[in-house]
Structure formats: C-alpha cells, structure tokens
C-alpha cells in the first residue's frame, strides 16, 4: 500500500510535470506580468458569403453559423458565442490563446466581416492559463481532462504526501508545521466565508 | 550512490516543505476543478457556459461621505477609500448614471459589494452579497494582494511561501527520482510520455 501510494505520488509529478510547469509559468505573469507591454495587432477583411447560406441563413441555428465560421472562413479557436442579430445577421466569436477571432455574417448584402486580434505574449500566456471548460472541439474537451488531471494531481499530491509522512514518520516538526499551515488556510477561508 | 547526509537533506525538503503547502495544493486544486467546471460562477456567463443566478444582497447600509468633484474613477476610489471595504475595484463595473449618481462593484473572495454614490457625492449605498464557499475558493485562486485588508498581507506570505516550497518540492522530488534505481524506468517513461502528450495537446488547441 506504501510503496502504491509513493509510486503514484512520483509518477503523478513526473508525468505532469511538463502542464503543471506551464501553469507556474502562466500563472506567474498573469499575477505579476501585468505592466509587461503586450502589443495587439489586428485585421479586418471582407469575404463573399455562400448563396446556400444566404438563402438558408443556417436555419436560424447558431452552430450552423459556428460550422460555417469555422469550415468555410477557417476561423481558428474555440467558439465562445454564436447569436442571431436582426435582418438575417450572425455574430460568431471564437478564441484561443492570442488570437480573438470575430465573423459578422450579414445575408442581407452578402458578406461576411471577419476581424482578427491578435495579442503578445503575455496576454497569450495569461489567456492559455484561463483556458478550460468542457465545450467546443474534441481536441478542447481533451485539453478539459488534462485541466481536471492538473487540478487532481495537486489534491492528491497533498493527500498522498500527508498519508505517507503520517505512516513513516508522523513527528513532532512535521506535525506543527502541517497544523500551522493547515489551520491558517482554514482560519482564512472560514472568516472570508462567514466573517463580517 | 551520493552521501546519505545529502539525500536525508533532500527528503526533510521535500517532507517538510511539502506539508508546509499541502493546504495550498488541496486550495488551488479544488479551485481549479470550480473553474474548469463553471461551478459557484457569477450570472452573467462563466467559462463553462453556464449562467448561475446570484444571491439576493445579504446586506444594505448608507453611509455619509466627504464628495470630491473628480472624474469617475477618482471618485470611485475616494468613496472606496471613505467606505474601508476590502477588495478590488472592478474599474470595468464603473457605471455614471443619468441621474449623477455613479455605481461600481468592489469584489473580494466570497462576496461583493455594489457602491451607490449618489450626484452630489455625499452620502453612498452599499449591497454586500456573499457568493458562498465556492466563491471564496474561486477568489483566492491567484489572490495574493487585497487593497484596505490587513489579513491579506498574511495571504501574500503564505502564498510567496507556498510557492517558494512549492518550486523546492518540485526540485528536491526531482532530484530524489533521480538517485533511485527501482522505479527509474518507469518515472523516465512518465515523463517522457506526459512531455510528449502535454506538447501534443498545446499544440492542438493553438490551431
């Protein structure tokens, strides 16, 4: 049982090592990279619209204009939002670290407006270490599970540390200093909670 | 096979250090899983796609101020400062109404507040609304400095703490693997198939 736990503890950090270092990294210049200078850059361009869309306009269902902004306008990213406007208008947005991609689809006058943002090098970090959520592309829904796999290494990191300090050792140093850490965070969080 | 006082030195790093932010683990680890999840997200749209609705204000009270004739956000941060409330000014939430008066959001892990400063600056209405345990736990993930809160100075230690044990671990666990034999095989095949899947997965979402 010992000797499980030790090896999972190990081979958990060294098999997520490479995404837990990445969000060290991110995190670090989301916190304090926010004055480095991050120049955005942008594009607008003007493309016909398919005469199957236009007469159609996707059936009035957004993830038609999402496939359509993706398959046929090759928009890169997740697709955050996909909303009908008046008179026959989409707006589609999508986004993946450094790049904000935005597709108006107007059947009126038969175009489609697609404007490109994208961001330097630090928002493009701070932006990868706030992508997750489990929707769009398969590849996203993958990259959700590697997110949850992070966030279950760390609780299990702590646990499986914890159990084994308490079964090999369990001494008087470890103990304070396992009290002291654990009283402050739950101290905090209580009057953050509860407190005035 | 190094001197035994070096690899001891290592382990009491790696042991110590590593109780000493196992509360920060387990933290960062349930918020993330709340974020990765839409779970305790404000209304208003959250990264899951869920809208969750808020809590109706727990709390209203006025309170008398000295006004200042200043731009927007210069009064925002005066009435801020009069009122003592902890947390961030969302700059972003300032709202000049038609009437003069000015409303904007001061948020901090677990609850916020919605300011009311009315035309002439005198007097202001707060709304305190608390998010509940999740939004503690959401509100701390990354939170190392709260403007007019004593407490997160503590915060701030324990947090450049933790990650300073945290970084230890990291390189002392690292070094620990690498003085073993059994299991040397199979810790080289993790990282490498982690590296390799990490980057693969990286490089898929940039597409």
Known sequence: ?196 | MPPRPARRWLLHIHLYLGLACAPYLVIYGLSSLAFNHGWGSEAGGDEAGEVTATSPPSERWSVALEAIAKPPLQRAQSARAQLGVAGDLQAWTLRPQADGSLTFRVTRPGRHYDVTVDASGSSAEIQATRSGWLGVLRGLHGLHHLPYSIWSRSWAFYTYGSLLAIVSCLASGGLLFWQLRRDRGLGFAAFGLGAAGSAAMLFAIFL
Not at chain 1, 14 to 43: D, K, Q
Not at chain 1, 70 to 82: F, K, Q, S
Request: net charge positive.
């Open chain 1, 1 to 196: 049982m010992l000797t499980w736990i030790r090896r999972t503890h190990m081979l958990m950090g060294l098999a997520l090592a490479g995404l837990l270092a990445m969000y060290t990294v991110t995190g670090a210049v989301m916190v304090w990279g926010r004055r480095w200078n991050s120049p955005v850059t942008g594009s607008v361009q003007a493309r016909p619209l398919p005469d199957s869309w236009r007469r159609a306009q996707g059936d009035g269902n957004p993830d038609s204009a999402a496939a359509l902004a993706r398959d046929h306008y090759g928009l890169a990213g997740r697709v955050d939002e996909a909303r009908r406007e008046p008179e026959g208008r989409w707006h589609v947005i999508a986004r993946r670290p450094g790049l904000r991609s935005e597709i108006r689809l107007d059947s009126r006058n038969g175009t489609a407006t697609i404007a490109l943002q994208r961001d330097g090098w630090a928002r493009t970090l701070a932006q990868l270490h706030q992508f997750f959520g489990y929707r769009g592309h398969p590849r996203h829904i993958v990259w959700a599970v590697a997110v949850d796999a992070c966030a279950l290494a760390l609780i299990i990191f702590a646990a499986s540390g914890v159990y084994l300090w308490w079964r090999l050792k369990r001494d008087a140093i470890g103990g304070l200093v396992l009290a002291g850490s654990t009283l402050y965070a739950v101290a905090s969080f209580a009057w953050l909670a509860l407190g005035p």
